[in-house]
Each structure stands twice: as C-alpha cells, then as structure tokens.
C-alpha cells in the first residue's frame, strides 16, 4: 500500500458480544483500560508487499510464533488517544491526524514501516462506529482508542528489522486516569533511574521507555509518592517528565514546559496546552527548569502552581515533591486556579462545551 492508496476493510462481526445490560455494568464503574469493546482492528503489512489484509474483527487472542520478533527485541510503538461524547451527543475524536503523525515519527525511529495517515484514522473511526454505544455517557468518561504497532517475523536475528508487522486497534471506556478525580499528585524525583538519554527513544512511544520505567515508579511509591519525575540523563538535575505525562510549571502570568530535545514525548496534549494558554493570556515558553529552581520558586511563592498533562490524564495538578535529600509542597498543595482553568478550557473543547477554533474536533458519527 502506498500513500495514495486506501485500504479496504473486511468487516467480522462479533457474535458474541456483550449485551446492553452488560455493557451498562462495565460503564458505570470503567476504571481505565480494564475493559475493552467487543471489536478490534487488525491490519498486516510485508515487506515488498505493503499493508493488506486490513480487517474489523471480534475483540480476542492473537496466535503468535515463540520466536516472534517483538517478544525478544521489543519492536513495537503504540499510541494513545479518545472518543468523546459530547454534550450534543455527537461523537468525536481529538486531534487524531496528530496521532497518526506522531506513530509514524515513532515508527521511523523504530525501524517500522509508515502507516498512511488516512488509512490510521480510518481504522479508528470504523472501531469506534462499530463499537459506538461503548462511548460512554457520564461527566469526564470517555473511549480511550490503543492504536499499536508489532513486529511479527518469527526470527532471531539481531542484525535487521523484521520483515512483518501487525497495526491493530484496541478500545477500552475509561473514567478519570487517577482515581478520585482531580486532586494533587505527590512526585518522587528520580536521581538513581534515566527514562531516556540523547539519540534514544525518549520521543518515541514504544513500549520499552514505559518498561524501564516501572522500576523507578515503584521507587516513588516505596516513598510515599504517586508518581516519578525524570530528570536529565547527564547531571540529574533538569526536569523533563511526570511519569509518562509532560509538565508544566506556573510563574503567576507565565507558563513554562521543558523543551523538546528529542528526550521527551511530544505531547499532544501539551501541545494543546501551549495553544490554548496563550488564549486565555498566559505567557508561554519551552525552556528548562532544575529541581533547584522548582524548589526555590516554590519557597519563595514566585512558582505558584505545576501540572501533568496527557492524553489519559488529561491535566493533573502536582501538590507536593520530594526527593532523597529535600522535599516541599507546591503552593498550598491544592489544584491552583491556572491548573483548573487551562483544564477546563481543554476539556471543554473535547467535550463539546467550548468553541472549536483550531478545528481539533473529528466527528465521526
């Protein structure tokens, strides 16, 4: 398949799935990624050949060879983004083209084949039509949409990418990412483990930024804290991510993130942010910050507010740090009227209850 060529989907009904009574048992009480719809996208791809076979089939199990090549080098990416019912019961997806640019950068750095941009959304819109009364109704829920990508060449080289792939879809209803809705996170700055170094994955979303990430989330739990802040691979001292979330730090009238360096995801949602804090008069930069300096505003009162931002997270605000030798609370440790306001702003575009002047919003029934 080339760039100007469209796949055509197989459609596979499920015939065994859920019924109404069980679906409402599921999207009264989602959780975030515990459940998923009845359907599910899949689409291969050959070396020489192209994409093909691309399919909507029922939600279930994949049969893959031991020696599968993602199982022993982790050559994969994924993506991550929702469908929204909004208040006119429309519904929508956020953005989604940027999704599907944002797969193929990860893709390039993967050693993976581009899936065309048209053909990305398409399968989402077709996963989402199908399984449309997944979408779920409540205040702040929503579809999260798993687009992923796996090399499936039954092979031990080492020495070259795999000559075989699976693009599929997976879909999940989801309530608030961190349970009891908006309230202040409490971070672990992480001095002992490095999410991503110069010339890495870190802008890449593949799986194995996440995995070697576990360890240093348990570190900050064995601390008494939710989360883990990734400081910088050479002196340690740098901020550059929540977790798997950007941050955003508040001096009164400014906002400041840290800047691209090709060791942080771009995200979206950050991205979002920036675009949307100018809007409501806030000064924007992309720069740096050290924990030093996080500190010192903080004491000082001239750092008022900092928050986490992503696509299942939404904005999350950040209460207190701490680290192995110092720790402090981030204003009064409450979400600050800046956090809630860019919070509320974003939401509302998705959901329906803000104008869309960026035409980020893809209706798609």
């Known amino acids: 398949m080339t760039a100007t060529q469209k796949l055509s989907f197989d459609v596979q009904l499920s015939d065994h799935a859920r019924t109404a009574a069980e679906r409402a048992e599921v999207l009264a009480n989602p959780g975030f990624g515990t459940y998923f719809t009845d359907h599910m996208i899949s689409i291969d791809y050959t070396e020489g050949e192209g994409w093909h076979d691309a399919r909507l089939m029922p939600y279930g199990p994949l049969s893959l060879d031991p020696a599968t090549s993602v199982f022993h ?29 944002r797969f193929n950068t990860s893709a390039a750095r993967m050693a993976m084949p581009a899936l065309p941009e048209d053909a990305f959304v398409e399968s989402l819109e077709l996963l989402v039509q199908t399984d449309r009364d997944w979408v779920p109704t409540a205040e702040g829920h929503s579809l999260y949409l798993r687009p992923f990508m796996i090399a499936t060449q039954p092979a031990l080289g080492v020495n070259y990418p795999s000559r075989t792939y699976k693009y599929m ?3 999940s209803p989801a309530a608030s990412y961190f349970s009891g809705g908006v309230r202040p996170v409490s971070v672990w700055l992480s001095t002992e483990y490095t999410r991503a170094a ?9 799986g194995g930024n996440y995995a070697a990430a576990f360890v240093a989330q348990r570190q900050a739990v064995e601390n008494g804290c939710d989360q883990v802040v990734w400081l910088d691979a050479h002196e340690h ?8 979330m950007n941050l955003f730090f508040v001096f009164g009238d400014k906002l400041l993130t840290p800047a691209l360096t090709g060791t942080l995801l771009p995200g979206i949602t950050r991205d979002s942010i920036l675009t949307i804090a100018g809007q409501v008069g806030l000064e924007v930069e992309e720069g740096r910050i050290s924990i030093e300096e996080w500190q010192a ?43 809630l306001k860019l919070r509320e702003e974003l939401m509302g575009i998705q959901y329906g209850t803000r104008p869309d002047t960026h035409d980020w919003i893809h209706k798609i029934c």
């Not at 010339?199 to 890449?204: I, K, L, P």
């Not at 001292?237 to 798997?244: F, L, P």
């Open 198 to 206: 110069p010339g890495g994955t870190g802008f890449a979303k593949c």
């Open 73 to 101: 080098y982790a050559q994969e990416l994924f993506e991550g983004l929702k469908a929204y019912r909004q208040s006119s019961g429309a519904i929508v997806m956020f953005r989604p083209y940027a999704n599907a640019a």
């Open 237 to 244: 001292r740098y901020v550059e991510e929540m977790g798997g």
């Open 297 to 339: 505003g903080c004491e000082s009162g001239e750092l008022t507010e900092v928050f986490a931002c992503g696509t299942a997270a939404v904005i999350t605000p950040v209460g207190s740090a701490k680290g192995a030798d110092r720790a402090w609370t981030v204003g009064d440790g409450t979400p600050g009227p800046v956090t």
């Open 169 to 171: 879809v997976i879909a």
